[in-house]
């Protein structure tokens, strides 16, 4: 049952173009959601987050929108720049039962490709 | 300040063998997680540390992976006896809580292959 789904598993821009990731979500307990980029041999390093209460948020190059009714977020790269070329993975957080803990659950990434 | 250090970085180890990984967190982040990244999918939390206890470990496969973190500082993830099916990077990550708001740090991860 994967409850964080992103359905392409590649994206190729060319370079200062926009680039679109797409992340869909089943859980509807999810409130908080987060993309972390992945270089290879490296761990994911956040990049932008966006809670449930709001619908965009943006940070230089990078914004997150976010759809509830539609259970759908995105990220927005503009420009693209090659060094963005990395694996993106969207993340949900739900508060773990009922207590104060939260728990992270991540979709499968989709790799992006910037060419110059 | 010094990320989170992970060693060793790769492991190849035969079926029904035992392996160790080792995770030092950032200073200071009271939080600990240990995930399992399969190749294709994205990292899965297999126990979760809040100081030296643990807050999280439903889907730690509790018959053959181990995990502590005495002190509440370093941690070890142990396997005995490895899968072929338990081939898959295990990463580190800490925070300073647990609220989502508060970012998680990964390490580099172990690359584990079992044969």
């Known amino acids: 049952d994967q409850q964080v789904k992103q359905n392409s598993p590649s994206l190729s821009v060319q370079e200062g173009r926009i680039s679109i990731l797409n992340c869909d979500y089943t859980n509807s307990m999810f409130d908080y959601f987060l993309w972390y980029k992945k270089y290879p041999a490296e761990g994911p390093t956040f990049l932008i987050s966006?809670?449930?209460?709001?619908d965009k948020n943006e940070d230089g190059r990078f914004t997150v929108f976010l759809n509830k009714s539609a259970k759908h977020l995105s990220l927005h790269i503009v420009p693209s720049q090659p060094g963005d070329s990395a694996v993106y993975f969207c993340a949900a957080s739900a508060r773990w039962r009922g207590g104060s803990n939260y728990k992270l659950t991540f979709g499968k990434g989709t790799l992006l490709t910037v060419n110059p | 300040e010094a990320g989170v250090a992970q060693s060793p970085r790769y492991k190849i180890i035969e079926k029904r063998q035992s392996v160790a990984f080792w995770c030092n967190p950032i200073s200071g982040h009271a939080t600990l997680y240990w995930y399992q990244q399969i190749l294709g999918q994205g990292p899965k939390l297999l126990i979760q540390?809040?100081?030296?206890?643990?807050?999280?470990d439903s889907q730690l496969p509790k018959d053959r992976f181990s995990a502590e973190r005495l002190k509440g500082v370093d941690s070890t993830l142990k396997i005995q006896p490895a899968k072929l099916e338990d081939s898959a990077v295990y990463l580190c990550?800490?925070?300073?809580?647990?609220?989502?708001?508060?970012?998680?740090?990964f390490g580099p991860g172990t690359r584990l292959t079992v044969t």
């Open positions: 540390f809040q100081n030296n206890g643990v807050v999280d």
């Open positions: 990550a800490s925070s300073r809580g647990l609220a989502p708001s508060y970012e998680q740090y």
């Open positions: 966006i809670s449930s209460i709001k």
